[in-house]
């Protein structure tokens, strides 16, 4: 397809598992965001990836929440032992450089039990 | 962390009317971007003012950008129920690297 699309598009899961979220960037983007959305609130930065490396993530709020992009396209994010907190809609966005406009995905809205 | 706030939390005007939303910052910036976001959608980008420019228009929308005083305005005219929403202003703080940092939104409501 022609925009940055995610899956699952919704995830209900129970307290303590762990949880996978795709993205799929538009081609030729090589930078990758993942933000987390609280409602009522503005999208809060997690991780930023330029290529295949991690060129930010300060975001990330602790060691259970980890994002990997091997082969500089398609990106997961990954949660472990979550918790009800995490519960939020997960977006993802693409850039074809630096600075510019932010291409974002319908997002994957996470629900924990 | 939030890196903006925009004012006003929450508008209503009737179609027709102009709509100006409001956006302070803290940091200094190499640029300045506008969202809009439907319920329950993605972001979508409306407009980008670099730190060195002033004011900006895109066909309804206008934004000026105040760096000395840390701020920018979002003006819709001629505003239309299409153009309910959540508008979002982010900043790219010098030397961060791209990375792009979100206020806290402005609920604009247009009604016929």
């Known amino acids: 397809g022609a925009g940055v699309s995610q899956t699952p598009s919704n995830k209900v899961t129970e307290k303590g598992k762990y949880v996978e979220l795709r993205c799929d960037p538009i081609?030729?983007?090589?930078?990758l965001y993942w933000y987390r959305q609280s409602l009522g609130q503005g999208p809060e930065f997690l991780i930023y990836?330029?290529?295949?490396?991690?060129?930010?993530d300060s975001g990330l709020p602790n060691d259970r929440f980890f994002a990997v992009r091997p082969e500089g396209s398609v990106s997961t994010l990954k949660i472990q032992r979550t918790e009800r907190g995490d519960s939020a809609v997960y977006l993802c966005?693409?850039?074809?450089?630096?600075?510019?406009?932010?291409?974002f995905g319908e997002g994957s809205r996470l629900t924990v039990l | 962390s939030q890196q903006g706030e925009e004012d006003p939390q929450a508008l209503s005007i009737q179609e027709g009317e102009n709509a100006t939303m409001n956006c302070s910052y803290k940091?200094?910036?190499?640029?300045l971007q506008w969202y809009r976001q439907n319920s329950g959608r993605g972001l979508v980008h409306l407009i980008l003012?670099?730190?060195?420019?002033r004011e900006k228009h895109s066909g309804r929308l206008r934004v000026t950008l105040d760096t000395s005083k840390k701020s920018s305005s979002l003006l819709i005219t001629a505003s239309r129920a299409a153009d309910t929403a959540s508008y979002f202003c982010?900043?790219?703080?010098?030397?961060?690297?791209?990375?792009?940092?979100f206020g806290t939104g402005t609920r604009l409501q247009v009604t016929l």
């Open positions: 966005a693409s850039s074809p450089g630096t600075n510019g406009e932010l291409f």
């Open positions: 081609s030729g983007h090589t930078a």
């Open positions: 990836f330029q290529g295949t490396g991690a060129a930010d």
């Open positions: 940091t200094s910036i190499n640029n």
């Open positions: 003012i670099r730190s060195n420019e």
């Open positions: 982010a900043t790219v703080t010098t030397g961060t690297a791209s990375k792009l940092t």
